[in-house]
T-cell receptor, first 109, second 116 residues
Framework: SQQGEEDPQALSIQEGENATMNCSYK?????LQWYRQNSGRGLVHLIL?????REKHSGRLRVTLDTSKKSSSLLITASRAADTASYFC?????????FGTGTRLQVFP | SAVISQKPSRDICQRGTSLTIQCQVD?????MFWYRQQPGQSLTLIAT?????????ESGFVIDKFPISRPNLTFSTLTVSNMSPEDSSIYLC?????????????FGPGTRLTVL
C-alpha cells in the first residue's frame, strides 16, 4: 500500500499545550496536504505545502516538509478543546490523493 | 472554497437493497470524487466522477457495485448496489476546482450507511 502513515495514532493533551503529528509517505510528491475531520463529519482542508517548500504557517498551524526523509509534521500551538478531531495527511499520487492513517487528537479543557 | 451537500446524511438499509447518495456542489468544479471511510479508518478512493463520461474506478471497486453518475459540473450520485453488512461505512463526496487531485479538495459531510 502507498498509504502514508501517521504517528502517533492517538494523542491526548491539555488545553494550551502544543500538539505535534507526523506523517511519512513513500513516493515522490508534488504537494502534501493536511485535513481535519471532526467526529462523524466531512474533512476540512487545513493547509497545503508544495514539494519545494520547507515550512508553512497558517494561524496556529505550522507544517514542515522534508522531502529527503519523505516526512511532514503538523504542529498545533496553544491547543483548544475545539481542536479535538482526527488529522490526516494526504499526498498526491499520479491521479489521486492518498490519505494517511490519521492521528486522533483529544484536547482536554 | 466550495460548499458541498450530501443526501441522505445517514441511512439504515437491508441486505440486498441499493442506496443512491447525492452530492451537490454550490458552484462548478472540475473534479468530483467518491471515498469510503470504514469506522475508525482512513479514506479510500472509490472513483473519480467524470462529467459526461464513465467514472474512473480504483482497484477493488467496480461499476456494477458502485455505479456513479455526473450529469453536470455541480452534481454527482453514487449508488451502493446489492448491499451487504460489509458496505457499512461513511461515504464521502469531494470536489476540486483547479488541477484536480493535487489541489485542495472540499468535502461533503458524508453519508453514514448501516447495512443490516
Amino acid at each position: 500500500s502507498q498509504q502514508g502513515e501517521e504517528d502517533p495514532q492517538a494523542l491526548s493533551i491539555q488545553e494550551g499545550e502544543n500538539a505535534t503529528m507526523n506523517c511519512s509517505y513513500k513516493t515522490s510528491i508534488n504537494n502534501l496536504q493536511w485535513y481535519r475531520q471532526n467526529s462523524g463529519r466531512g474533512l476540512v482542508h487545513l493547509i497545503l505545502i508544495r514539494s519545494n517548500e520547507r515550512e508553512k504557517h497558517s494561524g496556529r498551524l505550522r507544517v514542515t516538509l522534508d522531502t529527503s526523509k519523505k516526512s511532514s509534521s503538523l504542529l498545533i500551538t496553544a491547543s483548544r478543546a475545539a481542536d479535538t478531531a482526527s488529522y490526516f495527511c494526504a499526498t498526491d499520487d499520479t491521479d489521486k490523493l492518498i490519505f494517511g492513517t490519521g492521528t486522533r487528537l483529544q484536547v482536554f479543557p | 472554497s466550495a460548499v458541498i451537500s450530501q443526501k441522505p446524511s445517514r441511512d439504515i438499509c437491508q441486505r440486498g437493497t441499493s442506496l443512491t447518495i447525492q452530492c451537490q456542489v454550490d458552484s462548478q468544479v472540475t473534479m468530483m470524487f467518491w471515498y469510503r471511510q470504514q469506522p475508525g479508518q482512513s479514506l479510500t478512493l472509490i472513483a473519480t466522477a467524470n462529467q459526461g463520461s464513465e467514472a474512473t474506478y480504483e482497484s477493488g471497486f467496480v461499476i456494477d457495485k458502485f455505479p456513479i453518475s455526473r450529469p453536470n459540473l455541480t452534481f454527482s450520485t453514487l449508488t451502493v448496489s446489492n448491499m451487504s453488512p460489509e458496505d457499512s461505512s461513511i461515504y464521502l463526496c469531494s470536489a476540486s476546482r483547479a488541477g484536480g487531485w493535487t489541489d485542495t479538495q472540499y468535502f461533503g459531510p458524508g453519508t453514514r450507511l448501516t447495512v443490516l
